[in-house]
């Protein structure tokens, strides 16, 4: 069974800091693929990254950064100087690989708010 | 190009009603789903199709129905409504033969509340 835990419920930032949103995963399959999606204020669903499990590159966008490690089942998001802009939900997600069901597995989210 | 469209935006049910709840893609994607929205529960999945004519249970399947007769629309039936069922439901869609990594394109959710 997938499972995705972003143990983070809220956190609350003060403009400008730096903040990192936590996600670990548990799957059997050795290939997979992990997605971080923004849920802003007005309720859409934003997709913002996706990461195979065979590239470990970290990837940075930005104020934006994403560390993959495998070898702690996690995929965390960064945040660097944080804007007002950026107080969201954020979701991660994890979606197994070919021979597996479908099913998109998300974490219960975290909610990031980002004061002046 | 309008994406993934859901409609309504907002319904009211009284408990024991049913209704539908529409999902429409234009973008040739074969693999659709429908997730609901509860707080501190995250988005669970209730159904999905990988193609027309296929579809399978998520999570939270009791209570709903789907059917996908054609690629662009995957509608869910709520057949008799319960209290239990208000929420935020959305639809999502992304491709499935081209690969897994495919993200999934959602629409802009339906806000179901039953009395």
């Known amino acids: 069974a997938q499972k995705v835990t972003q143990a983070q419920t809220e956190i609350s930032v003060v403009e400008k800091e730096d903040v990192t949103l936590d996600c670990v995963y548990e799957?059997?399959?050795?290939?997979?693929?992990l997605f971080w999606y923004k849920q802003p204020p007005s309720g859409e669903l934003v997709f913002l990254i996706r990461r195979n499990s065979f590239d470990e590159q970290n990837e940075i966008s930005g104020r934006y950064s994403w560390n993959f490690q495998k070898s702690t089942s996690s995929f965390n998001f960064t945040i660097t100087a944080s804007q007002v802009v950026d107080s969201a939900v954020y979701f991660c997600a994890l979606r197994g690989g070919p021979g597996t069901a479908s099913k998109l597995t998300f974490g219960t989210g975290t909610r990031l708010q980002v004061t002046l | 190009n309008a994406g993934v469209t859901q409609t309504p935006k907002f319904q009211v049910l009284k408990t024991g009603q049913s209704m539908t709840l529409q999902c429409a893609q234009d973008?040739?994607?074969?693999?659709m789903s429908w997730y609901r929205q509860d707080p501190g529960m995250g988005l669970r999945l209730i159904h999905y199709s990988v193609g027309a004519g296929i579809t399978d249970q998520g999570e939270v399947p009791n209570g709903y129905n789907v059917s996908r007769s054609t690629t662009e629309d995957f509608p869910l039936r709520l057949l008799s409504a319960a209290p239990s069922q208000t929420s935020v439901y959305f639809c999502?869609?992304?491709?499935?033969?081209?690969?897994?990594?495919?993200?999934?394109?959602f629409g802009n959710g339906t806000r179901l509340t039953v009395t």
């Open positions: 799957t059997r399959d050795t290939t997979y693929y």
């Open positions: 999502a869609s992304s491709y499935w033969v081209t690969g897994r990594n495919s993200p999934l394109h």
């Open positions: 973008m040739n994607h074969e693999y």
